[in-house]
């Protein structure tokens, strides 16, 4: 007996330490695999080289793109349908306000001048009638030769073929309208940028289908550009601060223009501030929609940041850069100034606190989660 509960103790003894080994493997391998899938799943991040931008030198002007506009630009559309007989200014031409452009045969309009004068001509004749016979018929009340009844009915013609007059009168200043319209002039002072007609060719007016553009007229003795000026140097960007104007095609030469207005409010998108400079153009000398670098002087020195061209990315969106910002990656619109070739100034859109990402991967997207790594200048 004593025998058999000793087997029993041994044989329990064993079970429990076998099911220890067993739990303390099981343990084991959950942990390893807990730690795998952690390593793995650390592995997943990639790791990016981040830099700080540097502070550039002090400088008392800031470079920023700009296209040209004309101070004044319209497209001159035909307010009456018709068939060109003949156009009188072509592209490149100086034209005065009030200069002929172009003559359009409408003969449906002038039959309806015609018709309408007409009528207008019996109308008064009808209203000539009506004056006499109210004449008549008030002397005749007076004698009692005859009712008050048809006095009133004659009063009442009279009252009535007036506004058939007016409406007739009113008809004809209209169509005289519409055929004036047949003359096409220029509206202000400029030159034909295009002529989109030629002789024999179908105007429409918009009448049953899109209007045609004619000409289009630009007045380029005065031009403008607007600029988006960063948020950072926006308080100098005020109404009559001088901003030069250069031009590749113009080596070497600088024309004065000047702060006409701003927006007076800053994008929230871009981080900047809308601002017109306008250029007196007398000479003709710049052309509208050319592209020109804005130098706008500034009160006083200011330091911009400088980073890499590695650091730059090409989108749609514009010109980026990525900054990480608590282990998540921003893609961040920047401003660029003066290009030093290896390196470019960035005038908005970063600090010199921001980690910005050198040479970002192409896949690399907003919201990712990254592991930092000090570029090889930052350790």
Not at 138 to 156: C, G, M, N, P
Not at 320 to 336: I, M, N, P, S, Y
């Amino acid at each position: 007996m004593k025998r058999s509960f000793k087997l029993t103790l041994i044989s329990l003894l064993v079970i429990v330490l076998a099911g220890f080994v067993v739990v303390r493997g099981i343990n084991s391998r959950i942990k390893a695999a807990g730690i795998v899938k952690q390593e793995t799943l650390d592995l997943a991040i990639p790791s990016v080289a981040v830099i700080h931008a540097k502070v550039g030198g002090m400088k008392d002007e800031i470079v920023l793109p700009g296209n040209m506009q004309a101070f004044t630009d319209a497209p001159i559309y035909a307010r009456t349908s018709g068939y060109l007989k003949k156009w009188y200014s072509d592209i490149g031409q100086h034209v005065k306000t009030g200069q002929l452009l172009a003559e359009i045969e409408s003969p449906e309009i002038d039959q309806q001048l015609q018709q309408s004068r007409a009528d207008l001509a019996t109308a008064e004749a009808n209203l000539k009638l009506s004056e006499t016979t109210a004449s008549r018929y008030q002397a005749l009340l007076k004698l009692e030769s005859i009712s008050r009844q048809e006095t009133d009915q004659a009063v009442s013609d009279l009252e009535a073929k007036k506004t058939i007059v007016t409406s007739s009168r009113a008809n004809v200043n209209r169509l005289e309208q519409m055929v004036s319209f047949e003359k096409v002039i220029a509206p202000f002072d400029g030159v034909i940028t295009a002529r989109n007609t030629d002789t024999g060719a179908l105007v429409n007016a918009g009448n049953g289908g899109a209007a045609q553009e004619l000409f289009h007229l630009a007045a380029t003795d005065r031009l403008r550009v607007f600029i988006s000026v960063p948020q950072s140097y926006s308080r100098s960007a005020t109404p009559g601060v001088i901003a030069d104007l250069t031009l590749t095609e113009f080596p070497g030469r600088r024309f004065a223009g000047k702060i006409a207005r701003t927006a007076q409010s800053i994008d929230a998108a871009t981080r900047t501030l809308l601002t017109e400079v306008d250029i007196d153009n007398i000479a003709g000398t710049l052309l509208p929609g050319a592209y020109v670098q804005v130098h706008l002087r500034l009160p006083s020195g200011f330091a911009a940041l400088v980073l890499p061209v590695t650091a730059l990315i090409f989108r749609s969106e514009g010109m980026q850069v990525a900054v990480v910002r608590d282990g998540k990656v921003e893609l961040v619109t920047v401003t660029l100034g003066r290009d030093f070739g290896t390196e470019v100034e960035v005038t908005s859109g970063i600090t010199a606190q921001d980690a910005v990402v050198v040479n970002p991967p192409d896949s690399l997207a907003a919201g990712a989660q990254v592991r930092l790594e000090p570029a090889q200048g930052e350790r």
